[in-house]
């Protein structure tokens, strides 16, 4: 007799749906009905199963999530059929593990009632051992979208705010005022950046364990550092199953390294009934610690915990776990700390990839977490208003060294804390994922909610304190209780008299930019420099797609901007954005080809977003630069570097260049331009710096040199000279770095780009194969070429795309592709070019 086998129920089960007032007292009808069924993913959503079955079509596409708004009227039930031994009916514990179950979830076995669940964000488990039979045994599960139950007159309990919703922005059917007293993702009612897909699932693994005489049901690690030595304390969590007996054991702890050098520690113990805290110290001479990207490896050591019964085992799942030590510091700043260093975060927000979020898998979520890497983010922000993802999106930003803010999941709304049982509801989802997933090196700071602080300040007026005992009191208490070593802030933005304050905590940088009143302000990049905020965790521009995604989402509907399909498939804050934008900084929108629109619209957007984080990376003060947002989880014009289908958007490549480790920003301010170089390496580094005046036609370089040294971590001024009499409309103000092609040259302009005189560059490009995937082209310009910009195959991937030449400038760009790579399939453009065919 083993002390545990795991089972996992994981596949494909049966869906069908009912009326929603369908009695769940007559789910017996429903255990051995043989019709009417369709296959359904598990994890998955209904919707997948929809699909697949041709009832409805892609929801993402077209106007197809309008024809899926009748899914919220049924009930749905999910079914799995499975099979018990008869020796596994003599265990101790047979226990069922459903997680993700969205929402209002029924549950029955062999058409009995075995327990209700009103949450997605912790998994729902129950002993079967009373119900099971030896044989074949079926699993009902009922579930609905969730807000039916909920009278609108909860808001009258809670002031009489309501949710917000984007009714005022044009969309009365996203959004939903119930939301708040369902805990399930919030955006999956509609968001400005999502159509409204009322996500119904059972989105998370289920699994059967028959389990034995004990099992651990917890290891939480605490590392504390001794000099050059770090020990970790151990807590091991035994659940001994007799009600009265004592059991004698053995609790072994091993902790393997990159190189495969295992550090152990075990306890003979005696495990007394219920549960027993077995504390191990393991001691890590010359440990190795886990580091964001950009300051060296994130190491990870495998963590293994068994338990010995008279020489049986049972084991903890192994998990991968990085040594490190940070705080937050608020000492007249907003800083992480991490390993004695205080970093300046450079990132995004993540939302759930996909509006049915329980289809995300592994690759897309290890894709989208490498492209963040390859950008050189080394943060992004976990939205309040989504879910705690899946293993795999913590498993890869520990492995790619991304760090995580990470709120609890409360956006936008005041939320029914006076109800006891909402209460409960959180406090038992905020303590299982505290400790799920406090293992992960990557959670770097909780935070309470998103806006919510913000909005009993400014938005309700003080009408209401919905939500604040949540963030104030029972979130971090139930954080420092379960993960000690990570930091808690109240919410995003939240600090000062004024939450969304510059002068303390994060700021959400919205009002004075995207989202002013007068348009201007929305398209004007030099806005940015008037943001004085310690820490800025959100702030967006919209942009458009590119030509494949644009017509894949548009799903055969006509290119019309003002078309219907193009307008619901555009964010509810564009508000004819893109295109004052467009014709501000290149040409008249009316003008334009399909193809010339989304060109200009993603360099607007790449302008915007660069000179943004540059503006804060400037500011020595500032400590982090979040930008709203990172992924889609639909095709639209919005906020996104990296577009629903997981093709990079044009302004991927300026806020790659904008968070390259070592950056040179330059500033005017009157007739001074100040050059600052921003050295986000664990280094020193003394590289060369010219700078200057430089004409279009490289004709007139007034230029100066010398050599500049910029401490590890560190923002240093290393010029300031005059603007002189230069004419703006003829050339740039430059700082470059010769011959350091991973500093990218900083380019001021006077005036707008659609103001200066540029002529062809007169480019020319040459490519060499440097194996079968693998190319690189050399470009030069023999004038200022503008987003010079590369035509490839799909999939291939270069290192730098819509970038400037200066003039004489040679730039080396390598491109990867999953395929065998043609160099005569590579040709290089520019905006105020002819397109150019490489020369092999």
């Known amino acids: 007799m083993t002390l545990e086998q795991t089972c996992f129920l994981n596949g494909i089960w049966e869906l069908r749906d009912e009326i929603l007032t369908f009695p769940p007292e007559n789910a017996r009808l429903l255990t051995d009905r043989p019709d009417g069924w369709i296959p359904q993913p598990v994890p998955g959503d209904i919707h997948q199963g929809l699909i697949a079955a ?32 008869p020796e596994q009916l003599a265990a101790d514990r047979i226990e069922l593990e459903m997680g993700g179950l969205d929402s209002n979830a029924e549950i029955f076995l062999n058409g009995i009632h075995i327990g209700a669940h009103r949450s997605a964000f912790y998994p729902f488990v129950a002993d079967l051992k009373p119900w099971l039979r030896a044989g074949q045994n079926v699993l009902l599960v009922r579930l609905t979208a969730g807000v039916e139950e909920v009278s609108e007159s909860l808001a009258d309990s809670m002031g009489g705010i309501r949710a917000s919703t984007e ?41 059967i364990r028959v389990m034995n005489r004990a099992c651990i049901r917890d290891v939480r690690l605490e590392p504390i550092q001794h000099g050059h030595e770090v020990l970790v304390k151990a807590t091991i969590t035994v659940d001994q199953f007799h009600f009265y007996k004592t059991i004698e054991g053995t609790v072994r702890l091993t902790m393997t390294d990159a190189d495969e050098q ?60 990085g040594i490190r030590f940070l705080h937050l510091d608020t000492d007249h700043t907003f800083a992480i700390v991490i390993n004695g260093k205080k970093v300046f975060c450079k990132g995004a927000n993540w939302i759930p990839a996909d509006a049915i979020y329980a289809r995300t898998d592994d690759e897309r979520y290890d894709t989208l ?42 956006a936008c709304a005041p939320y ?61 208490a139930i954080a420092r209780r379960n993960t000690p070593e990570i930091p808690y802030w109240n919410g995003s933005p939240y600090g000062g008299d004024t ?45 458009a797609c590119g030509r494949e995604t644009t017509l894949t989402y548009l799903d055969g509907a006509p290119p019309e901007r003002k078309g219907p399909v193009w307008q619901h498939h555009t964010n509810t804050f564009e508000k004819d954005t893109v295109e ?47 930008f709203w947002m990172y992924e889609d989880c639909w095709g639209e014009v919005g906020w996104t570097i990296i577009d629903y289908y997981l093709r990079r958007k044009i302004s991927y490549y300026f806020v790659k260049r904008a968070f390259a480790p070592l950056r040179l920003i330059m500033r005017a301010q009157d007739d001074t331009i100040r050059v600052v170089l921003a050295n986000d390496t664990a280094h020193e580094i003394t590289i060369p710096v010219e700078y200057g005046y430089l004409s279009l036609d490289g004709r007139l370089a007034d230029l100066q040199a ?54 062809d560059p007169k480019l020319q490009a040459t490519v060499k194969r440097l194996n079968a995937h693998t190319c690189e082209i050399e470009v030069t310009a023999h004038a200022y070429a503008h987003a010079v910009y590369l035509t490839l195959p799909e999939d291939a991937l270069p290192t730098d795309n819509y970038f400037d030449l200066l003039p004489g400038e040679k730039r080396r760009i390598q491109i990867r592709s999953p395929h065998r790579l043609d160099p005569q399939t590579i040709a290089v453009s520019c905006v105020n070019a002819p397109q150019v065919p490489s020369a092999g």
């Open 706 to 759: 010398y050599q500049v040294t910029a401490p590890a971590l560190s923002r240093s001024e290393v010029a300031r000279f005059k603007k002189g009499e230069h004419d703006p409309t003829t050339g740039l103000w430059i700082a470059r770095a010769p011959g350091r092609e991973d500093v990218p040259t900083a380019i001021l302009r006077a005036v707008d780009h659609r103001q200066l005189q540029v002529g």
């Open 167 to 207: 009714a005022g922005n044009g969309r009365p059917e996203r959004g939903d005022i119930r939301r708040v007293a369902v805990r399930k993702p919030q955006y999956a009612f509609g968001w400005d950046w999502s159509p409204r897909v009322a996500t119904t699932a059972i989105a998370g693994d289920v699994l």
């Open 416 to 476: 029914p804390d006076h109800l006891d049982w909402f209460r409960a509801l959180v406090e038992r989802e905020a303590d299982y994922q505290t400790r799920r997933l406090g293992k992960h090196a990557c959670i770097a700071l909780w935070s309470g909610c998103n806006e919510n602080n913000w909005g009993f300040c400014e938005w309700w007026h003080e009408q209401t304190q919905s939500g604040a005992y949540l963030y104030n009191y029972l979130l971090p």
């Open 580 to 626: 004052a934008g467009i014709a501000k900084h290149y040409a008249d929108p009316p003008s334009l080809t399909f193809d010339q629109y989304l060109l200009y619209s993603g360099l607007c957007q790449g302008l915007m977003y660069a000179y943004a984080l540059d503006s804060m990376r400037y500011r020595a003060n500032c400590h982090g630069s979040l």
């Open 499 to 543: 939450p969304n304050s510059s002068e303390v905590g994060d700021r959400h940088h919205w009002g004075d930019c995207m989202m002013n009143p007068q348009m201007i302000k929305r398209i004007t990049p030099e806005e940015y420099d008037l943001c004085t905020s310690l820490f800025v965790s959100e702030f967006g521009y919209v942009g």
């Open 262 to 321: 295992a550090f152990s520690a075990e306890k003979h113990v005696l495990l007394r009934s219920g549960y027993t805290y077995v504390d191990l110290q393991i001691p890590l001479e010359k440990a190795r610690l886990w580091w964001p990207n950009g300051l060296g490896e994130p190491h990870l050591y495998r963590v293994e915990a068994e338990l010995i019964i008279d020489d049986q085992k049972t084991a903890y799942p192994a998990f991968d776990y």
């Open 54 to 85: 041709g009832r409805i079509q892609e929801p993402l596409l077209g106007m197809n999530s309008f024809r899926c708004a009748w899914t919220e009227q049924r009930s749905w039930w999910f079914r799995k059929t499975f099979e018990i031994a």
């Open 369 to 410: 977490i490498r492209e963040a890497r390859n950008a050189h983010f080394n943060m992004l922000r976990v939205w309040g208003g989504g879910w705690y993802e899946r293993e795999a999106f913590y498993r890869a930003c520990d492995r790619y060294g991304i760090m995580l803010w990470h709120d609890f999941m409360f």
